[in-house]
């Protein structure tokens, strides 16, 4: 499990599951979501929760792991675009981490 913080003062926070990174990584949700100016901003966060929405309609089989993101993670409360910015940081330092990993293991 790990907290990524919300908003700069750090008062608020989400629990990330490794479970909510596979399925991010399952649905490649982060590819292309970003334009060229780099920005994170809530226009981002948007069209991240439109996207998911477009693929848990468009799913035929059972897509519980999008749920359990949107209801963890992506609609909570508390994530608001400095919450999508620390979520993509910890998502490329997990991906990173695991790749090492498997390197090592073969």
Do not use: P
Not at 9 to 14: A, N, V
Not at 90 to 103: C, F, G, M, Q, R
């Amino acid at each position: 499990m790990y907290t990524i913080q919300t908003n700069a003062s750090g008062t608020r926070s989400i629990d990330v599951s490794e479970e909510n990174l596979e399925t991010i990584r399952k649905y490649a949700l982060f590819q292309q979501l970003i334009d060229s100016t780099g920005i994170i901003d809530e226009a981002v966060l948007d069209k991240l929760k439109l996207n998911i929405r477009s693929l848990i309609a468009s799913q035929e089989a059972d897509c519980k792991d999008l749920l359990d993101l949107c209801i963890d993670v992506i609609y909570h409360n508390n994530m608001k675009a400095f919450g999508l910015t620390q979520l993509i940081l910890l998502y490329i330092k997990w991906v990173k981490d695991n790749s090492e990993e498997e390197d090592e293991e073969s």
